[in-house]
């Protein structure tokens, strides 16, 4: 950190620590690449933390009800044996709360940097295996309360796959607008008919982080019922949005999807478990090209929209629905959606 040029948030930051930690004997600040609001912090003896400021500016994720929610969401979890930094101090009226510092990566830079082993493949997804199952206690212990987020989770997806039905993101061809709709009602009924759990909603490449053999998750402040799937899913995408040539990228393939079948429901047929898996993932991708449409038009927006589509056409298993809805793609579908066609 450039002393000179952050002084007050140095010291402001300092007189957190002073409340929050007492006793850590604050040596060294510096922003932690994770976030604009983490810090690293080290004491006199060299013993690091991560220090998360919520600054109320009006969003979920920030503000005393997300600290809380995260607080307590770290506690658990790690009492459960999950995946997740140890919660060292939490206060609301400070705004700030003090965890683990862990080395690593975050999967979405690892994915840029196109250097993940098929075994780092398998740890994310028993990092986050690990934590789905916490997700499931957690959601027995908030019924009935769970039992209505489900319900509304299941209208949101529902009114999510209309839209997507009634405006395509993707160049589909009139004629077959009536099985475009056919499969999506398809997508509807076998995606609100999946797992589902209460946990995290803030899920991205970028929040989970690579250290040794394991993936943690680094941000647990909005909290809600979403899809087992989805979730994974949203976790495993790349979008480089911060990198100057960034691109899309994915955590799984074949043969990583053919391990999440193993890993998350070795009990049921590997194909049906990939094949929801990979409806999953369309979806997503679905999602990112219709913010990315509204992006500028620039080289380096072309590009990101390539390798989104690199994405689109890669099974991740054959068939299923979602192979149903690739079978609708035109060939033109790239230049379509690079004219930023609305």
Request: contains cysteine.
């Amino acid at each position: 950190m450039n002393m000179h040029s952050t002084d007050v948030a140095s010291a402001a930051i300092r007189a957190i620590c002073a409340k929050l930690l007492p006793e850590f004997d604050l040596n060294f600040i510096e922003p932690a690449a994770i976030g604009h609001s983490v810090y690293r912090i080290v004491s006199a003896k060299g013993d690091r933390l991560a220090l998360k400021l919520f600054a109320d500016s009006g969003d979920r994720s920030s503000g005393p009800e997300a600290l809380a929610t995260e607080a307590a969401a770290l506690d658990q979890l790690h009492r459960l044996g999950c995946p997740v930094p140890r919660l060292v101090a939490a206060d609301p009226n400070l705004g700030a709360l003090a965890m683990e510092w862990i080395d690593g990566r975050t999967l979405e830079a690892r994915l840029q940097g196109r250097s993940l082993a098929p075994s780092e493949r398998e740890s994310v997804l028993r990092s986050l295996a690990a934590m789905e199952a916490a997700y499931q206690a957690l959601t027995a212990r908030r019924e009935p309360a769970a039992v209505a987020a489900h319900r509304e989770l299941i209208t949101r997806t529902r009114h999510e796959l209309t839209e997507i039905a009634d405006c395509p993101p993707v160049a589909i061809d009139p004629a077959d607008r009536e099985r475009w709709a056919g499969a999506l009602e398809d997508a509807a009924d076998a995606v609100t008919a999946g797992p589902w759990s209460y946990g995290s909603l803030d899920c991205s490449a970028s929040n989970l982080l690579l250290a040794g053999d394991r993936a943690y998750v680094i941000d647990l402040s909005i909290l809600g019922a979403e899809w087992r799937e989805r979730r994974t899913v949203r976790h495993a995408i790349a979008t480089g949005s911060s990198h100057p040539e960034g691109r899309y990228a994915s955590l799984f393939n074949s043969s990583s999807a053919a391990t999440y079948s193993q890993i998350f429901n070795p009990d049921a047929p590997t194909e049906a478990v990939a094949q929801l898996l990979d409806l999953h993932h369309l979806l997503v991708l679905f999602g990112a090209l219709a913010r990315q449409r509204r992006s500028p038009n620039s080289p380096a927006d072309r590009e990101r929209r390539r390798s989104l589509f690199g994405l689109f056409r890669r099974p991740l298993v054959p068939g299923g629905i979602a192979g149903a809805l690739r079978d609708l793609l035109r060939p033109d579908a790239l230049e379509w959606a690079n004219c930023g066609e609305v």
